[in-house]
Nanobody, 124 residues
Framework: QVQLVESGGGLVQAGGSLRLSCVAS????????MGWFRQAPGTEREFVAF????????YYAESVKGRFTISRDNAKMTVYLQMNNLKPEDTAVYYCAAPIRSGAYYDSRTFGFWGQGTQVTVSS
């Protein structure tokens, strides 16, 4: 089992920045690939970013590429999502997740361990 706890969300004006953190605990949590997803009211959960367990490979949704950066510190068992130049359309609850099966990194069905989420609100 892996437990995930996100933090760092809040209210920010358009063009501002936030850094989300996700602390993992449990067995071998530092060896998991990790993903960030988000869900706005009335929409499905969507992929945001992915980082391999080593931190070497990263992938992003087109909508955040060039603005968001995912990283990890395995010694601290923490994954980060640095979000710059935020836009109102980035408003959502953000979740970190660890996979439980082989599958596409952008598919939420690949992931079985989820945090409780942290709210990000971007005002125009």
């Amino acid at each position: 089992q892996v437990q995930l706890v996100e933090s760092g969300g809040g209210l920010v004006q358009a063009g501002g920045s936030l850094r989300l953190s996700c602390v993992a605990s449990g067995r071998t949590s530092s060896t998991y690939d990790m993903g960030w997803f988000r869900q706005a009211p009335g929409t499905e959960r969507e992929f945001v970013a992915f980082v391999s367990w080593s931190g070497i490979s990263t992938y992003y949704a087109e909508s955040v590429k060039g603005r968001f950066t995912i990283s990890r510190d395995n010694a601290k068992m923490t994954v980060y999502l640095q979000m710059n130049n935020l836009k109102p359309e980035d408003t959502a609850v953000y979740y970190c997740a660890a996979p439980i099966r082989s599958g596409a990194y952008y598919d939420s069905r690949t992931f079985g361990f989820w945090g409780q989420g942290t709210q990000v609100t971007v005002s125009s």
